[in-house]
């Protein structure tokens, strides 16, 4: 067995110029990753790996890609493990190039987060496969307990940004109007109450996972302990793909409510995981329709199971990242 094999993890660009925030989403995918590992000997920048010129490092690189693809392919001195890999659909032709795809030829298969961009990486001739997300095998690591009783609201209808949300930041706001959902920001308390009953609304907890962090906030600490939250949670109500994937992982009752999600980008990044879960739809119309069986609005006596469908992936994904981490120490990468 090798003593010399080093295990990098993914890490992020800081808190958004705009917001001052950070996506915890982020972070619970290197989570997600780190659970193989043996040892984390570095922290490998998504946006600068091109730039690594460290020892040679073995890498699950998971995720959203990207928001600087100038910087793709990455480094010769990482090996990869691309699975649950995103294509960013407002940089979909950078990551298609010619240099990009032979990258990803001299890789494969590559396990793809969503069908989108499976189906675009097989129409560039690339050996991909849907593997789903790697947040679906975090039961490895956490178990629902629901021992705080409580429903939590994650960011629940996150795309129907109120006024006050919109009037804060010109640019969305113009995207906004450009889109026409504008308007939606007049709707969302009729849609909520749609939803959920007035007591629930009162009860719940809400939280974000998007954070604004101190500079000693370590946030992978941050991303474990909203985790542990979701664990300890009765029921939980999001938008979040990564608030609801970990919660159909660890076993806490999820349910999604897919609303304002109508741009390109967004539809792709749903596309495949959003089967995995109980979805409520919100239409164009604000109609509000459930894919699963559930009375609605919603109460705090509430009932529901979480589809199964997602174990087949989960278990496929630990072994391919198991056997990755067990070729790595055993120098067969």
Not at 45 to 58: F, H, K, T, V
Not at 162 to 185: N, V
């Amino acid at each position: 067995m090798s003593t010399t094999s080093l295990f990098g993890l993914m890490s992020y660009a800081p808190a958004s110029v705009t917001t001052n925030t950070i996506n915890l989403g982020d972070y619970i995918q290197s989570i997600a990753a780190r659970q193989f590992l043996p040892k984390v000997d570095a922290l490998i920048d998504r946006e600068q790996m091109s730039n690594y010129d460290g020892d040679d490092i073995n890498l699950i690189m998971n995720g959203w890609f990207m928001t600087h693809p100038e910087n793709w392919p990455p480094s010769k001195h990482i090996r990869p493990l691309i699975t649950s890999f995103h294509i960013n659909g407002s940089v979909e032709n950078q990551m298609l190039s010619e240099e990009s795809i032979r990258y990803l030829k001299s890789h494969e298969p590559i396990g793809c987060r969503d069908s989108h961009t499976c189906d675009l990486l097989s129409s560039k001739g690339v050996d991909a496969f849907f593997s789903g997300c790697l947040t679906l095998t975090l039961g490895n690591t956490y178990k629902h307990n629901g021992c705080s009783g409580k429903v939590l609201f994650v960011n629940v209808l996150d795309e129907f940004k109120s006024l006050s949300e919109l009037i804060l930041h010109p640019r969305t706001t113009y995207g906004r109007i450009k889109s026409g959902l504008f308007r939606d920001a007049f709707y969302k308390r009729g849609i909520m109450n749609k939803l959920f009953d007035k007591r629930l609304q009162l009860d719940a907890n809400y939280l974000n996972q998007s954070v604004r962090p101190r500079k000693a906030d370590n946030l992978l600490d941050m991303a474990d302990a909203f985790l542990k939250q979701l664990a300890a949670a009765k029921f939980v109500v999001t938008s979040k793909l990564h608030t609801a994937l970990p919660c159909l992982a660890m076993g806490t009752p999820v349910i999604f409510i897919n609303g304002g999600l109508y741009e390109y980008a967004n539809i792709g990044r749903l596309s495949g995981l959003i089967d995995l879960l109980n979805v409520i739809d919100v239409d164009r119309n604000h109609n509000v329709t459930p894919r699963f069986d559930i009375k609605l609005p919603l109460t705090v006596d509430s009932e529901f199971s979480n589809r199964s469908s997602y174990k087949e992936y989960a278990d496929k994904l630990t072994a391919q990242c198991r056997q990755f981490v067990a070729n790595a120490l055993n120098g067969k990468q």
